[in-house]
Each structure stands twice: as structure tokens, then as C-alpha cells.
């Protein structure tokens, strides 16, 4: 059977889209990119609020859209768009916290590979556990972009999480989870980067996640709703500047 659009989740047609889309989990912050970056930019979707656009940054025509909160909600958005859309590259831009006194507030964190504490790998019904990893040449250009950007940043391993609110009463210290991910250099914890990469690497496309780093779970600091729906900038300059260059 054929694959069909639109789907329920994108009124969209495969024309829509440009070959790169970039895609925050807030709405919001879709909005915020195609107003302020994208030059000529048309709304393509707003089923359910996930609010897409297509325009064109540095006269090269890129999409924007949101994928929601969590691994179900990205795993159907990057499914629907590298399998029926004909997306080729998805580029996610977030906010994360950070597992590292040595990742600061505001800093930037490339995602090399994504540890998972979901089950939602199971159904590719491996014999045995899949590295999700970003597509290499993304990353590189990427790293390239962010290094002549002088911006502070990471590269390395996160964790995506399938749980914001963990119930951790009666938890010995020592499976204190971000202890147990931080003694294996994992970096950050967000929830979708993890889907993202199984969904890339099944569909033989291009993926990679670029994060700001909005809390520090070791000291404590933060930064406000507000602040990460409209003044990660560098991180979405980073993100346009990727998708036009490759």
C-alpha cells in the first residue's frame, strides 16, 4: 500500500518542504525562525498547532517545523517527513540540561550519539542494542559553522529521556540518574534526539540535534520559558547556516 498524504499529523504535499528542515519541539519557536530568519516565508502546516514553514535563508530554500515534546511525538513527525515527504536532512534545535559542570548555561551541545533510556527502539527488533548516531557529514560541517562562530560548544553523547518528572524517593544515591549517565561523559538529557537518529539511519537519511543548554542539573542554574522560546539565536544561526551549506 502506498504511502498517503496528507497525514494526519501534516497537511502538507512532498513539494512543500525544501530538502532540509529544521525542527525545534516548540511551535513557537518555529514561528519565531520563519518570522525573524526566513526571508518569504509560507505557513505549510499547522495541524494540531505544530505550526511548519518553508522559506529561504541565504537565497537557499529551507523548512522549519515543530516536532512536540518527547520520543512518540518526534518519532511520527521525522517518520512522516523522511518517508513521505522526501526530507533528506533534519536538523533539531532544542534546549537540553546539562549533566556537566564543564557545560554551562547557553552553551552549545552537537549530539554525536544518543543514549536512550525509551523502549521505542525495541520495535526495529534488533538482535541486540542500536547506537543511534548523527550523520557524520552534518556534524562535521556543523562543527566547522560553530568553530568559526566562536561559540562555545560540545560535541559528544546525550541521553534522551523519556521522563521529565522522575520519581527518584527511595532511590540509593548512587542510581541518582545523572550520576549514572555523567560517569560515562554523557553531556545532556533532552527527550527526542534518540528517535530522530534510529528514524534517519532506518530511512537512509541525515540527521543531526544542535542544543542550547538552558538548566545545569549538577549546579543549578536556569534559564526562564521565555528565554528559551526566542533568545537561543546562536544556536539557530548555527542550525541555517548548516542547512544552507550542505
Not at 542539573?217 to 521565555?226: D, H, R, S, V, W
Request: with cysteine; hydrophobic share 40%; charged share 20%.
Amino acid at each position: 500500500m502506498p504511502l498517503q498524504y496528507p497525514t494526519p499529523h501534516i497537511a502538507a504535499k512532498p513539494e512543500d518542504f525544501a530538502e532540509t528542515v529544521l525542527m525545534p519541539g516548540d511551535p513557537k519557536r518555529s514561528k519565531f525562525i520563519a518570522e525573524n530568519y526566513l526571508e518569504n516565508a509560507v505557513l505549510i502546516n499547522d495541524v494540531r498547532g505544530v505550526q511548519g514553514y518553508t522559506g529561504f535563508y541565504n537565497n537557499k530554500r529551507v523548512s522549519v517545523m515543530a516536532s512536540g515534546m518527547g520520543i512518540p511525538s518526534m518519532a511520527i513527525y521525522s517518520y512522516e517527513l523522511f518517508n513521505i515527504f522526501g526530507v533528506k536532512n533534519i536538523i533539531r534545535i532544542g534546549s537540553a540540561g546539562s549533566y556537566s559542570e564543564n557545560v554551562k548555561v547557553r552553551d552549545i551541545v552537537l549530539a554525536q550519539g544518543a543514549c536512550t533510556d525509551s523502549n521505542y527502539l525495541k520495535h526495529f527488533s534488533l538482535p541486540g542494542s542500536f547506537a543511534p548516531i548523527a550523520g557524520f557529514n552534518l556534524l562535521r560541517r556543523c562543527a566547522e559553522i560553530a568553530e568559526q562562530s566562536s561559540v562555545r560548544f560540545h560535541i559528544g553523547n546525550i541521553v534522551s529521556s523519556d521522563v521529565f518528572y522522575g520519581d527518584n524517593s527511595g532511590m540509593p544515591e548512587y542510581k541518582n540518574p545523572v550520576k549514572s549517565w555523567s560517569k560515562m561523559g554523557v553531556l545532556a538529557v533532552e527527550m527526542e534526539t534518540a528517535a530522530l537518529y534510529a528514524n534517519a539511519a532506518r530511512s537512509g537519511k541525515n540527521a543531526l540535534t544542535i542544543l542550547t543548554v538552558s538548566d545545569n542539573l549538577i549546579t543549578g542554574e536556569e534559564t526562564t520559558a521565555e528565554e528559551r522560546e526566542s533568545t537561543f539565536t546562536e544556536m539557530m544561526e548555527i542550525a541555517l547556516k548548516t542547512a544552507v551549506s550542505i
